[in-house]
């Protein structure tokens, strides 16, 4: 059974950093995509970012230019660095993990709450 492991959540300040972390419990590139969705309050969950097997990143518009999607294949790992962050940025940030096989299977982390307030 796939675990992930969403941490690194915190308070911060707008304009401030945070870095996300997703442990897999084994290597990320069983996976097709990696994804970080959020879900704020009241809302309906959104993807955030993605990166392929292949490496390829894509970000959603609220995202872009802001954070980075990137992996560790060492540590079965992959990152969120969120950056300029914003009160709208303020959510709970799952990792999902996609496989495609003879049917689509995906995991989900537990999720880490971001805040962004002064």
């Known amino acids: 059974q796939v675990q992930l492991v969403d941490s690194g959540g915190g308070l911060v300040q707008p304009g401030g950093s945070l870095r996300l972390s997703c442990a897999a419990s084994?290597?990320?590139?069983?996976?097709?995509?990696v994804n970080w969705y959020r879900q704020a309050p009241g809302k309906e969950r959104e993807l955030v970012a993605r990166?392929?097997?292949?490496?390829?990143?894509t970000y959603a518009p609220s995202a872009k230019g802001r954070f980075t999607i990137s992996r560790d294949s060492a540590k079965n790992t992959v990152y969120l660095q969120m950056n300029s962050l914003k009160p709208e940025d303020t959510a709970v940030y799952y990792c999902?993990?996609?496989?495609?096989?003879?049917?689509?299977?995906?995991?989900w982390g537990q999720g880490t709450q971001v805040t962004v307030s002064s």
């Open positions: 999902n993990a996609v496989k495609i096989g003879p049917a689509l299977v995906d995991y």
């Open positions: 084994g290597s990320i590139f069983n996976f097709n995509a």
């Open positions: 990166i392929t097997s292949d490496g390829s990143t």
